[in-house]
């Protein structure tokens, strides 16, 4: 079936690093890609999402691009902050196979110090 | 944005009793809820798919008759944990999808339910 392999953490980090957390997926059709973050004491909210392969989701200074031929969806952002501090969870959904369930990653706790 | 709104927000019961969970659509109509449920940092898993007036659709694994799901009108949707056992102490999160909208979920903020 479809799942989603996402670099395990904690991954910690100064403010105004560089951040990549990396996402790879499997699955059977063309599923649409996600990212979602949960702040401490809050629920998942969605961060970027991509439809089709070659496609760049973006979103408050983060990035991930849709490969298609490596399967991945790699998150990115520049200079991160002590606020981006959160849990990521990369996600897929595929309507054609999947019955719009979303199949989530492990998720990625990253935290920014000042 | 679309909320999704989760009550209680945190729960102790006794083992053997049982709990419900209101999940909500505060300003959107959804025909699809999701219910999750989430062990400490470790990511969601799916526990059914409900659709407004029909019966929901369980992950394998999922006990239908401890995890009663109804999802009665466009905005409402229940998850009742019967028989509460400390090995159903979890985060449960729901989440909703807006008619219309094939891909977007909303997330719900969780409840925390602890079993003595």
């Known amino acids: 079936g479809d799942s989603v392999t996402q670099m395990e953490g904690p991954v910690t980090l100064s403010e105004e690093a560089f951040l990549t957390i990396n996402c790879t997926y499997t699955a059977t059709g063309y599923p649409s890609l996600f990212w979602y973050v949960q702040y401490p004491g809050e629920g998942l909210q969605l961060l970027l999402k991509a439809t089709k392969a070659d496609d760049k989701g973006s979103n408050k200074g983060f990035e991930a691009t849709y490969r298609k031929e490596t399967t991945s969806f790699h998150l990115e952002k520049g200079s991160v902050q002590v606020s981006d501090s959160a849990v990521y969870f990369c996600?897929?959904?595929?309507?054609?196979?999947?019955?719009?369930?979303?199949?989530f990653g492990a998720g990625t706790r990253l935290f920014v110090k000042a | 944005g679309a909320v999704v709104s989760q009550h209680p927000s945190w729960v102790i019961c006794k083992s053997g009793t049982s709990v419900k969970i209101e999940c909500r659509s505060l300003?959107?109509?959804?025909?699809?809820m999701f219910w999750y449920r989430q062990f400490p940092k470790q990511s969601l898993m799916l526990m059914a798919t409900s659709n407004e007036g029909s019966k929901a659709t369980y992950e394998q694994g999922v006990e239908k008759d401890k995890f009663l799901i109804n999802h009665a009108s466009l905005t409402l949707s229940t998850l009742t944990v019967t028989s509460a056992h400390p090995e159903d102490s979890s985060f449960y999160i729901c989440?909703?999808?807006?008619?219309?909208?094939?891909?977007?979920?909303?997330f719900g903020p969780g409840t925390r339910l602890t079993v003595t």
């Open positions: 989440s909703a999808r807006d008619f219309g909208d094939t891909l977007e979920q909303y």
């Open positions: 996600a897929l959904s595929d309507p054609g196979t999947g019955g719009f369930k979303t199949i």
């Open positions: 300003d959107f109509q959804a025909t699809t």
